[in-house]
């Protein structure tokens, strides 16, 4: 099971323990995970950003606060759709999405001072696996920000890819190692590369 909260070996001891109690027949083995950081760093720290910093952008125009400093046709139509004002406008791409992609690296920049430096010196430098359907779905947009962000850092190389299967797959592995059962899996096969290079290289 992943859980918020589940990284903590009490809470995990707890959760088994009163499962057992309550459930004697349901399984032998169970393996209890966290699954709160995916959630925070996909749909806070990317989406919400993206989300926040446009509607701002399109609200600083119109007030003649601040001057966009692309196009906002796209941008200003979707969010007089969402908050129901008229608009008709032609959409155009909305290039800022890119900024975005900054923001989703702080989010592992962050973790990387703790990471174990083995991490660091895999074949294809530090890898990444990309979630949530923001960073995914559009990458193309957010690509370059990221890339830029990590320019002069301490990554001398990165991998980015995506999953392809359940994660409901990782949930079995995990619970077989937790039975004491090990599988012969290769993970690689379970992912598409995004990205592969040396940051500042595109």
């Not at 007089?80 to 608009?87: G, H, I, S, T, V």
């Amino acid at each position: 099971m992943a859980l918020s909260g589940g990284e903590q070996t009490e809470a995990q001891e707890k959760i088994i323990k009163g499962l057992q109690g309550k459930y004697p027949n349901t399984s032998r083995h169970y393996c209890v995970r966290t699954d709160t950081f995916g959630s925070i760093a996909t749909a806070f720290q990317t989406g919400f950003w993206i989300a926040h910093r446009a509607i701002k952008i399109v609200y600083d125009a119109e007030d003649g606060l601040v001057a966009p400093p692309y196009d906002i046709t796209v941008v200003k139509k979707l969010v007089w759709e969402y908050f129901k004002r008229p608009d008709k406008q032609r959409p155009t791409r909305p290039p800022h999405l890119q900024s975005g992609g900054s923001c989703s690296w702080k989010t592992h920049q962050a973790l990387l001072p703790k990471a174990d430096q083995s991490l660091l010196t895999l074949p294809g430098g530090l890898h990444v696996l990309a979630v949530g359907s923001v960073l995914i779905h559009c990458w193309d947009l957010l690509k370059e920000g990221l890339l830029e962000a990590l320019t002069g850092s301490s990554i001398s190389s990165i991998t980015i890819v995506k999953l392809e299967v359940s994660s409901a797959f990782g949930a079995a592995v995990l619970g077989s190692k937790a039975a004491g059962n090990v599988l012969n899996i290769d993970l690689s096969a379970n992912t598409s590369l995004l990205y592969s290079g040396s940051p500042g290289v595109m």
